[in-house]
C-alpha cells in the first residue's frame, strides 16, 4: 500500500508542490505552459512541443511524424491494460487519459490525470514488459502511439535520431525515479522545508 | 427481453452481417483477381529487398526519389552487364548445331555401352530387359528432340565444305552425325518391330505447334497484361515511406493496435531472416558446387557458370541441386578431355563423379549450411514444403513454386504470432 501511495505521490499532479520539482519531471506530468492545443494541426510542430521528442531537429520530426500512429479514443475507453504486454508508447495529443492501478482489494485508484503534451507507456518502447498501470480515455482522446518495432526500425536506419529520443527516454526515467525516492523516504519534507526556506 | 438487449442483439446480427458480406466479397474479389496475386506478391518482395538499400542512400541526405532512380540505374547497368556477359558464352547457330550432334552422339553411345546392345539395338544385357519398356521410350524422345530439322542440317554442310568450321575436328563430327543418323533409323526399325510399339512420332514443325489455344501472342498479351501492374506496386512500394503500415493500421480497433504492431513486426522480422538466410545459403551452395565440380575435373569457368545458376535457382527447395546435377551431367557427357584434381577420376566415370559431389553439396548445404545460416528463420517441415511447392506449381505455375516457401512460411509466422498476441492481451 505504501508503495501504491508513493506512486500515486509520484504521477499525479498536484499544483501546490509543483515549484520544488526538478523542471524535467514537471514537463511529464504537468501542461507545458508553451504548449498551444491545436487539435488537428501539424503533427511535426505537436511533436516538437512534447518532452520526449523535443530534442530533435526538424528534419528527424518530419521522419518521425512518417512513423507514428495517430489513435483516437472515445470517453472511458481502455489505452492500456494492466498486466498486458506493452508495444507502444503513446503521447497525449488532446483531451484526458486517466493513470490507474488496482489496489490490493481490487479497486482501481487513480494515479494520475495527464494533460497533454504528456506521454507513458514509455518502457513498452524500449522492451517487452508488462504494464503496471492501466491508461483510459476521459472524453475524447487523440494520441501519437510510437510501437516498439518503429523505434527499433529508426535505430537500424537513423542510430542517432534514435539515440536522442532514448537519452530524453532514460532521462524522464530517471526524473520518475528520483521522485519515487523522494515521496517514498521523505515524504516531500525536503520540498516543503526548501520551500519555507 | 429489454430494449436495450433487442438493441444489442439487432446490433450484433447487423454487425455480423456486414462482417459475412465484408469476407464474401474479400474472397470473390481474390478469385476474381488471382491473376493478379502473384504478379503483386513478385513486385512486394522485390520492393521489400530493395528497401533498406534506398534507406541506406536516404542518410547521405539523398532524396527518396532520387534514391529510387540510382538503385534502378544500377540494377540495369548491371543487368546489361550480365547479358552481355551471357551472350559471349551462347554458342553461334553453327555451334549450337556441333552441339546437338556432339550430345546426340554422347547420349546414344552411351546407353548403347551402359545396355550392352547388338548392332541392331533391339538385343542387349538383362538391365535393358529390365528397363526397355521405358528406357527405350525416353531416349526415342531424346533423339526426336536432338535431331537435326532440314535446315541445320544445311547449315551443318556448308559450313564443313566452306571450310569455315567451328571445330578443331570437323570429320569427326562429320562421323558422329553419320552415326546420328544411323542410329535414328536403326531405333525407328526396331521401334516398328518391337510388339505393340509406337513409331516415332513426327517432329513438331514449328517451335509454338501444340502451345496453348490462340496461339503465343495471344497468352504473351495476357501475360504481360497481367506484368504491367507489377513495376507499378514495385515502385508505389519502394516510394513508401510507412504510410501503407500506417494506413492499415489505422483500420484496426484500438484494442486490436498493439497486438497488430507486434504481429507486424513478427513478420518483418521473419521475411528479413529468411531473405537473408537464403541469400547466404545460396551462395554458399554456389560456392561449394563450383569448388566439388572443379575438383572432379569440371574446368574452373564452366563450375563456377555451374554453381551460379545452382545459386540463383536455390530459391525453389531442391533446384538449386538439381540443376547443379543437370549441368555438371551435361558437361560429363559432352566433355573430350577433364583435368581432375583427383586421380581416380576419368572421362567414363566422371558422371559418377558428378552426382557425388552434387550429392555431397546438397549434404553440407542441409546438415552445416541451414542450421547456422537459417537457425533463426522459419523452419518448414520437407512434407509442407513438397506438397506447398505442388500445390504453388498448379494454382500459379513457376512463380508459384518460386513463392510457395515463403508464403507458407509467412503464413505460419501469422498465424502464431496472432494467436500469442491474442492470448496475452486476454482477446482469445
Redesign the interface.
Known amino acids: 500500500m505504501i508503495a501504491l501511495v508513493g506512486v500515486k505521490n509520484l504521477l499525479h499532479p498536484r499544483q501546490d508542490d509543483a515549484e520544488p520539482l526538478d523542471p524535467s519531471a514537471r514537463a511529464l506530468f504537468h501542461p507545458n505552459p508553451k504548449f498551444r492545443h491545436e487539435t488537428g494541426g501539424d503533427l511535426v510542430s505537436f511533436l516538437k512541443q512534447t518532452a520526449l521528442f523535443g530534442d530533435l531537429k526538424p528534419g528527424e520530426l518530419h521522419r518521425l511524424a ?2 507514428v ?3 483516437s ?1 472515445r470517453d472511458g ?5 494492466e498486466g ?5 508508447l503513446f503521447v497525449l495529443r488532446s483531451g484526458a487519459v486517466e493513470i490507474t492501478r488496482r489496489a490490493y482489494g481490487g479497486k482501481q485508484v487513480l494515479l494520475a490525470t495527464l494533460e497533454p503534451p504528456a506521454s507513458f507507456d514509455e518502457l513498452a518502447a524500449v522492451g517487452e514488459v508488462a504494464r503496471w498501470n492501466s491508461a483510459r480515455a476521459r472524453g475524447p482522446v487523440s494520441l501519437v ?1 510510437l ?4 523505434l ?1 526500425a529508426l535505430g537500424g ?2 542510430p542517432a535520431t534514435a539515440n536522442k529520443i532514448l537519452k530524453q527516454l532514460a532521462r524522464i526515467t530517471a526524473a520518475r525515479l528520483q521522485m519515487l525516492v523522494e515521496s517514498q523516504y521523505f515524504g516531500g519534507q525536503d520540498q516543503e522545508s526548501e520551500r519555507e526556506r | 427481453m429489454s430494449a436495450r438487449n433487442e438493441g444489442l442483439l439487432a446490433g450484433l446480427l447487423f454487425k455480423s452481417l456486414v462482417g459475412t458480406a465484408a469476407l464474401l466479397l474479400a474472397a470473390f474479389l481474390l478469385w476474381a483477381l488471382r491473376s493478379l496475386i502473384v504478379p503483386v506478391l513478385v513486385s512486394g518482395l522485390l520492393a521489400y529487398i530493395c528497401r533498406p538499400m534506398v ?2 542512400l ?2 547521405f541526405r539523398i532524396p527518396r526519389g532520387l534514391a529510387i532512380g540510382l538503385l534502378l540505374l544500377v540494377v540495369a547497368l548491371a543487368a546489361l552487364f550480365v547479358v552481355d556477359r551471357l551472350r559471349t558464352l551462347v554458342p553461334s547457330q553453327t555451334g549450337a548445331v556441333e552441339l546437338k550432334i556432339r550430345a546426340l552422339y554422347a547420349i546414344n553411345e552411351r546407353y548403347r555401352g551402359l545396355m550392352d546392345l547388338d548392332p541392331t539395338l533391339t538385343k542387349g544385357n538383362r538391365l535393358y530387359q529390365l528397363v526397355r519398356a521405358d528406357s527405350d521410350p525416353l531416349l526415342d524422345r531424346v533423339n526426336q528432340l536432338l535431331a537435326l530439322t532440314p535446315e541445320e542440317r544445311s547449315l551443318f554442310y556448308a559450313s564443313r565444305s566452306g571450310g569455315a568450321a567451328t571445330s578443331n575436328s570437323p570429320d569427326r563430327l562429320l562421323d558422329q552425325d553419320r552415326a546420328n543418323l544411323q542410329t535414328i533409323d536403326l531405333r525407328t526399325r526396331a521401334a516398328r518391330i518391337a510388339p505393340g510399339a509406337e513409331s516415332l512420332p513426327p517432329r513438331p514443325a514449328g517451335l509454338y505447334e501444340g502451345s496453348p489455344a490462340g496461339g503465343p501472342v495471344s497468352y504473351l498479351a495476357q501475360l504481360l497484361s497481367n506484368w504491367i501492374i507489377a513495376p507499378l506496386v514495385f515502385l508505389f512500394l519502394l516510394s513508401d ?3 501503407l503500415k ?1 494506413g492499415l ?2 483500420m484496426v480497433p ?2 486490436l ?3 497488430a ?2 504481429v ?2 513478427d513478420l ?1 522480422h521473419a521475411l528479413g531472416d529468411w531473405l537473408r538466410g537464403l541469400f547466404l545459403e545460396s551462395c554458399l551452395l554456389g560456392i561449394t558446387v563450383a569448388l566439388l565440380l572443379t575438383v572432379v575435373g569440371i574446368p574452373l569457368r564452366w563450375a563456377i557458370g555451374i554453381g551460379l545458376f545452382a545459386a540463383a535457382t536455390n530459391a525453389v527447395p531442391y533446384l538449386g541441386s538439381a540443376v547443379a546435377l543437370l549441368g555438371g551431367l551435361a558437361y560429363a557427357l559432352l566433355a573430350q578431355q577433364i583435368h581432375p584434381l583427383i586421380p581416380m577420376v576419368s572421362i567414363d566415370n566422371l558422371a559418377i563423379w558428378v552426382i557425388a559431389a552434387v550429392v555431397l553439396a546438397e549434404v553440407i548445404k542441409s546438415a552445416v549450411y541451414e542450421p547456422v545460416v537459417l537457425g533463426g528463420a522459419v523452419k518448414l517441415h520437407p512434407l509442407v514444403v513438397v506438397i506447398g511447392v505442388t500445390g504453388g506449381a498448379i494454382l500459379f505455375g513457376f512463380v508459384g513454386v518460386l513463392l510457395a516457401v515463403p508464403a507458407i512460411s509467412m503464413f505460419k509466422v501469422f498465424v502464431a504470432s496472432t494467436a500469442r498476441q491474442l492470448n ?3 482477446l482469445i
Do not use: V
Not at chain 1, 498486458?84 to 507502444?88: C, D, E, R, T
Open positions: 512518417r512513423i500512429h495517430e489513435r479514443y475507453e481502455s489505452i492500456s491494460e498486458k504486454p506493452g508495444a507502444a502511439a510501437g516498439r518495432s518503429d527499433d536506419h537513423y | 534507406s541506406e536516404e542518410r515511406t510507412g504510410q500506417r493500421l489505422s484500438n484494442r493496435f498493439e497486438p504492431l507486434i507486424l513486426a518483418d496475452a492481451y486476454g
